[in-house]
């Protein structure tokens, strides 16, 4: 090969235009004439300027890694996984959160000592555990979403996100289940009516207020006496069907007739915006009552907890709580576990031998 070239081919081996090579590289280039209109240019020279402008581009790379944030790694989760996940909207709600939080955090320096201030700082605000156990978990799942791009380099460590020693579940008593009841009357009578319902049902079912607003006709089935609920696209990401109490069925048939109740869920199944005004209207409602009823520390979950704490209370098994309830993990469950009856007679006569006395009565085999 010869030691010059043409204009084009060193065009071509910077892999530039013209115009570019006219303003940005052949200023730096020695020329050499050739003949009355001919140029060329040393190869040598090219050669350096090509290396010297990918180690820019290098160094520009870099720089650009070194200056993402924890908002980069967000909008690429949102982008390759949640936005076409289950549970979209509300996702974009926790992302929004998590963002306003630490979004302008560089990933570089976004390690276990970032992530401790920033739990300590939630802590100090009386964040519930499990909101901040929901806030870092979407934040390490971004961290691993943007490994393999090159953005960090490992993980880093989640500290133990406690839960406060004197931290309670908090349950109905049965007195405080028919205050809260009472308390419907504080609005107008077709919105105490359906209060009224809403509370019976999930303190029977142990369903979270998104799961009722979903049920329709067809999430109700009949076999024998027995009238059974299936909650559509639950929190978990699946369906759960389970048995009614005769009040529970009772009171979703009576919301099911009500024009008034089936012109609020209209759309929750399909819309997430109808879902959340529902959501929010319900839950609004639900504070007054428990306003009205000097219950300040009860929310709608408090009926989840109630339903749970009843099932055990009674003697039902935790396993079988579990199902009930649809825990994806029985330490979910195990919360209520203290609950149950302490009593253990019953587990000393299951164990009684069913077989005549002669052959387990140990005296016979020690003469």
């Known amino acids: 090969m010869s030691n010059y070239v043409t204009q084009a081919e060193a065009e071509a081996r910077l892999s530039v235009s013209r115009t570019l090579f006219e303003a940005n590289f052949r ?17 040598d020279e090219i050669e350096a300027l090509l290396a010297e402008s990918a180690a820019s581009q290098q160094e520009k790379d870099a720089a650009m890694f070194f200056r993402r944030t924890v908002k980069d790694a967000l909008d690429h989760a949102w982008r390759v996984k949640w936005s076409k996940a289950r549970g979209a909207f509300k996702k974009a709600q926790l992302v929004k959160v998590v963002e306003k939080d630490i979004g302008d955090k560089r990933l570089g320096k976004f390690d276990y000592n970032a992530l401790e201030e920033w739990i300590a700082k939630m802590q100090d605000e009386d964040q519930a555990a499990a909101t901040i156990r929901s806030k870092v978990s979407c934040a390490m799942t971004a961290l691993k979403l943007v490994m393999p791009k090159g ?16 931290a309670k579940v908090r349950w109905l008593t049965a007195d405080e289940e028919a205050a809260l009841i009472k308390a419907c009357g504080c609005q107008r009578p077709v919105v105490e009516k359906v209060m009224q319902d809403v509370i019976v049902f999930l303190v029977d079912t142990g369903a979270r207020v998104g799961e009722l607003l979903k049920v329709r006709e067809d999430s109700l089935t009949e076999k024998g006496p027995t009238t059974y609920v299936l909650f559509l696209d ?17 009171a ?51 009926l989840r907890h109630t339903c ?6 009674a003697g039902v098994g935790i396993y079988k709580v579990q199902k009930f309830l649809g825990h994806s993990d029985i330490r979910m469950t195990e919360r209520y576990a203290h609950l149950a009856p302490s009593d253990l007679d019953d587990a000393a006569r299951a164990l009684e031998p069913k077989v005549p006395a002669s052959v387990t009565n140990l005296g016979d085999y020690r003469k």
């Open 27 to 43: 200023p730096q280039l020695t020329e050499y004439s050739v003949g009355p209109r001919g140029l060329r240019f040393r190869w």
């Open 252 to 302: 979703i048939k009576r919301l099911l007739a009500s024009r008034y109740w089936m012109a609020r869920v209209r759309g929750t199944r399909d819309h997430a915006k109808r879902f959340s005004s529902a959501q929010n209207w319900l839950t609004h409602r639900f504070a007054e009552i428990r306003n009205h009823a000097k219950l300040p520390d009860v929310t709608a979950h408090t």
């Open 151 to 166: 953005w960090i380099k490992t993980l880093p460590l989640v500290p133990p996100i406690a839960t406060p020693d004197n």
């Open 308 to 313: 749970a704490s009843r099932l055990v209370q």
């Open 234 to 250: 639950r929190k978990a990401g699946d369906d759960l069907r389970i048995p009614l109490t005769a009040r529970a069925r009772d």
